[in-house]
């Protein structure tokens, strides 16, 4: 079957301008999430989507940053007034569970702030 | 100190070489570990994860965790040009309506035929 989906693969966009960011998790995945991962960096934790419940936004950098997960599914990152430091590969995964560790990653928004 | 702290490498081996990996972490409430593979410009893939202490093996892959000492390894056996990658651990500590994954750096690995 599909795997995880992104789009787009690569965004460049200038500084102060806000930016979508869309990911397509594996159908019947019931958990998201949205990592950064910064040149010479590990990956970073940004949030956490499980079934119905609130999202764990506990990674978010600034409150520039959020995101929403309509019906379950899609997940939108929305970077508003983008700054050089927030060029980053963003990454989203899915998991088949709630709080399950098999997470599989899609991959990756390739974002340059100018 | 990070939660989880690996060594970036890069490293080289030999094709056939054997390939160890390791990280440590800081906090005893992480219960699952993991390995991912990144290619270049590739998102990661889970290779292996794991509960408990011991030694887990799939093929050429041994994933070790010794919580005693919070010390977590991945062998790999019989190299080859195609692991050629970026290997990256994880731990996991899950509770009541929380799920926390942190990953470490990752370390680079380039299998030289």
């Known amino acids: 079957g599909a795997g995880v989906s992104q789009s787009p693969s690569n965004k460049v966009t200038e500084k102060g301008k806000d930016v979508e960011l869309r990911c397509d998790p594996i159908?019947?995945?019931?958990?998201l999430y949205w990592y950064r991962q910064s040149l010479g960096q590990g990956l970073e934790f940004l949030i956490y989507?499980?079934?119905?419940?609130?999202?764990?936004k506990s990674g978010l950098p600034s409150d520039r940053f959020s995101a929403e997960r309509t019906g379950g599914s899609v997940s939108t990152l929305t970077i508003q007034r983008t700054q050089q430091e927030d060029s980053a590969v963003y990454l989203c995964?899915?998991?088949?569970?709630?709080?399950?560790?098999?997470?599989?990653f899609g991959p990756g928004t390739r974002l340059t702030v100018t | 100190q990070k939660e989880v702290e690996q060594d970036p490498g890069p490293l080289s081996v030999p094709e056939g070489a054997i390939v160890s990996l390791n990280c440590t972490y800081s906090n005893s409430a992480f219960q699952y570990f993991m390995w991912y593979r990144q290619y270049s410009r590739k998102g990661p893939e889970l290779l292996m994860y794991?509960?408990?202490?011991g030694n887990k093996e799939d093929g050429r892959f041994t994933a070790q965790v010794d919580k005693s000492s919070k010390y977590i390894s991945l062998f790999i056996r019989d190299s080859q040009p195609s692991d050629s990658a970026t290997y990256l651990c994880?731990?996991?500590?899950?509770?009541?309506?929380?799920?926390?994954?942190?990953f470490g750096k990752g370390t680079k690995l380039s299998v030289i035929p």
């Open positions: 159908s019947g995945h019931t958990a």
């Open positions: 995964a899915s998991s088949p569970t709630v709080g399950g560790s098999e997470q599989y």
């Open positions: 989507f499980q079934g119905n419940s609130a999202p764990d």
């Open positions: 994880a731990t996991v500590r899950a509770g009541a309506g929380s799920y926390q994954l942190t």
């Open positions: 794991t509960y408990s202490s």
